[in-house]
């Protein structure tokens, strides 16, 4: 069975950073997208940012362009999460996400189909 296990999560002052790291039990490549996915309470999931395990383009949720970076690290199966200038509107849980979704790679355009368990990210004003 297929485990993406996140970490990095935390609370943080605005303005400050955190990295979140997602271990992929399985080599990445096995997929074609790895993600990064937000749900703040009563609100929507939404994509934050995405990368191609292949072409390793990215793609970013406007609200997060310019602070947040999306890498990934092939030999270790770890895709990860710089999040830097954090403001108290990024605290959500933080899930990291694998599969073959279409162009753009959210929020619309096809399959993600492996999901982590979540770590919790709170950005204090």
């Known amino acids: 069975q297929v485990q993406l296990v996140e970490s990095g999560g935390g609370s943080v002052q605005a303005g400050g950073s955190l990295r979140l790291s997602c271990a992929a039990s399985e080599r990445i490549v096995r997929w074609n997208w790895m993600g990064w996915f937000r749900q703040a309470p009563g609100k929507e999931r939404e994509g934050v940012a995405g990368?191609?395990?292949?072409?390793?383009?990215?793609y970013y949720a406007d609200s997060v362009k310019g602070r947040f970076t999306i890498s990934q690290d092939k030999a270790k199966n770890t895709v990860y999460l710089q999040m830097d200038s954090l403001k108290p509107e990024d605290s959500a849980m933080y899930y990291c996400a694998a599969g073959t979704p279409g162009w753009p790679p959210f929020p619309s355009g096809g399959s993600w189909s492996d999901w982590g368990q979540g770590t919790q990210v709170t950005v204090s004003s």
């Open positions: 990368i191609n395990t292949s072409s390793f383009l990215t």
